[in-house]
């Protein structure tokens, strides 16, 4: 045998050397292969894709009316709306109650206009702007819905070159969540509610805003961080809220839709698996309840507080939304709510013996205990839980929302000025929920208690014999007031323009048709113009409990974009055609903005 000067070496050299031999070929090769394109917010490029994809759409979906939804499309889920039939008389005064609505939005709206037009809010006491959304012009974006749903057709025109001007990569800390559901969602539904022909750039400019956000996205879990600067792409917070972090999937699942860009979709999933994976090793103690308080780099849940109020609630109100937005394809969303719902019921409803109320505080999944407080943000629950009980066939959750919503609905009428406060204490003597037992009496709940009383045991847990119901000559008239339970007090009494018990009135009123609730509706409308109306627009309200109407004195000057977006939207929905925006053609974001329910082939 020949031997060379490569056989004379140790067999690991020679192995040493065949890896460098392939590392140089590896190296030649990548030096000569063209460099990829990165996906940047502008570009002609992406936005002709973008533009012939939306307008593929526009043809394929035949829209006559589109504050009617899709012509064609009939869900394959239960029917939420009810036929509403009324009289001549009540379609008169419905009709003025939606017009006092509208001039209100404007007196509001034209405050806004003339003294902070671009800027996120108005502060209707001074008539000087604040940014808190990242400057971007958040009640602006968030008006523009409700504009072309009251059919103020050149008030949303002027708007359009102002939006395409709006600057994105802005060197501030954004809340990422904020500026979903607001701009993204905002501009998403605007575009879907508008005929306008350059109404692209609403379509644009929502993708540039997601597009702007994605790195925020770039965590261990999926999670997004709670703030993060889209200018230097950094971020000071390594904590999210459950809420922050899973209210984007009806945004993204939309944005995706239209631009074809699936990477939306798939962020927006990633965070729903990973809440739907969450267990006892990452924090969760009770299935489907997750603690609001999340760290991003473990995706640990910090704390053991269970809220469908501040900072929890519209998590829940998204696994059920994106199973109506996706007309029922993914059964996971489904499960996942029905879970959150089972467990919200047994663990941390709790109901006073004697009343109609119900209430849902926070609640400490460790230690199994309710706190002794309510917030208005969780008055948006009654709403949720009777959309869920049609599409699910569970009656009992539609008790459950009136019975919560009786609560709500009583922190407004029993107030001196008729608006609600912040937060409230829970009435003394609660137990937890029982649909066997709510609305008896401590007697008869004594008595069931009893072992002894058997034969008033079988009489309370059997059937009522079927009375007679004797209907209200007027079924408009609201009843007396019930007495507040001791307890159920003011904590935080101020008002904040805040929309969950209308949003949950509205809903109710579409679903079940009963006409209370436009007069309840009409009541905190009243109250808003009585109390909160400024020379130039609408001011939250210092203290409710204020014994009588009083100046500025009683006035915050501060004035949420929600008013717009929400407050005032549900508000002329509750007076309009029951078919403009049916709950059985739109699903709204957490921010009022309705989306288009259709058709979906999930792959």
Request: aromatic share 12%; charged share 25%.
């Amino acid at each position: 045998m020949i031997k060379t000067a490569i056989t004379r070496l140790p067999h690991r050299w020679r192995y040493l050397g065949l890896i460098l031999i392939l590392c140089v070929i590896i190296l030649t090769v990548f030096q000569f292969l063209p460099p990829q394109q990165k996906m940047e917010p502008e570009g002609d490029i992406i936005q002709k894709s973008d533009h012939n994809k939306a307008q593929q759409i526009e043809k394929e979906e035949r829209i006559s009316n589109r504050l009617y939804g899709i012509d064609n499309f009939v869900s394959k889920l239960p029917r939420l709306q009810v036929e509403i039939e009324e009289t001549k008389e009540e379609r008169i005064t419905r009709k003025e109650r939606k017009e006092a609505i509208k001039a209100s939005f404007l007196h509001g709206w034209n405050g806004y206009k003339t003294y902070a037009l671009g800027s996120d809010e108005l502060r209707p006491l001074s008539n000087t702007s604040r940014n808190p959304f990242g400057g971007l012009g958040a009640t602006m974006v968030d008006s523009m819905g409700t504009m072309l749903i009251m059919e103020l057709n050149s008030e949303f025109d002027e708007l359009l070159p102002l939006i395409k001007k709006i600057k994105v990569k802005v060197d501030v800390q954004m809340s990422v969540f904020e500026a979903i559901i607001r701009y993204v969602g905002g501009l998403l539904s605007a575009y879907e509610l508008s005929d306008h022909p350059s109404k692209h750039i609403l379509l644009d400019k929502a993708e540039e805003i997601g597009l702007a956000l994605l790195p925020a996205f770039e965590t261990a879990y999926g999670l997004p961080h709670y703030h993060f600067n889209p200018y230097t792409k950094v971020s000071k917070t390594n904590t999210t809220y459950l809420a922050d972090a899973a209210t984007i999937q009806l945004e993204f699942i939309t944005l995706s839709y239209y631009t074809g860009n699936p990477i939306f979709v798939e962020k927006a999933q990633a965070i729903t698996d990973f809440i739907d994976s969450a267990d006892y090793i990452q924090g969760v103690t009770i299935p489907g309840l997750y603690p609001y308080d999340i760290s991003i780099p473990d995706g640990y849940f910090k704390n053991s507080i269970v809220s469908f109020g501040a900072m929890g609630d519209s998590a829940y109100e998204y696994f059920l939304k994106q199973y109506l937005l996706v007309d029922g394809q993914v059964p996971q969303f489904a499960r996942m709510y029905q879970q959150s719902i089972d467990s919200m019921k047994t663990h941390m409803v709790l109901q006073l013996p004697g009343t109609k109320f119900l209430y849902l505080p926070p609640y400490d999944a460790d230690r199994k205990l309710n706190t002794n407080s309510m917030d208005h943000l969780t008055c948006f629950v009654p709403g949720m839980l009777a959309i869920g009980s049609k599409i699910f066939d569970r009656p009992d959750d539609m008790i459950v929302a009136k019975g919560l919503l009786e609560t709500c609905v009583h922190m407004y009428r029993s107030s001196n000025t008729h608006l609600s406060p912040e937060t409230w204490g829970i009435g003394k003597n609660t137990v937890p929920y029982n649909p066997m037992t709510y609305g008896k009496s401590e007697e008869e709940l004594a008595s069931y208690r009893d072992w002894r009383s058997w034969r008033n045991r079988k009489s309370l847990m059997a059937k009522p014999e079927k009375q007679e119901i004797i209907p209200k000559s007027d079924p408009r008239v609201l009843d007396e007031i019930p007495e507040t339970p001791l307890g159920m007090v003011a904590f935080d009494t101020r008002y904040l323009l805040r929309p969950e018990t209308i949003e949950s009135i509205y809903v109710m009123y579409r679903i079940t048709g009963d006409p209370i609730y436009q007069e309840y509706g009409w009541l905190i409308y009243e109250a808003i113009e009585t109390h909160c109306k400024t020379n130039s627009a609408y001011a939250s309200v210092k203290n409710v409990r204020a014994s009588k109407k009083e100046s500025s004195s009683n006035q915050i000057d501060s004035m949420e974009t929600f008013l717009f977006a929400e407050t005032f939207k549900y508000l002329y929905l509750l007076f309009s055609s029951h078919d403009v925006i049916s709950l059985d053609k739109f699903v709204f974001n957490t921010e009022a903005h309705p989306l288009l329910r259709r058709p979906w082939a999930i792959k």
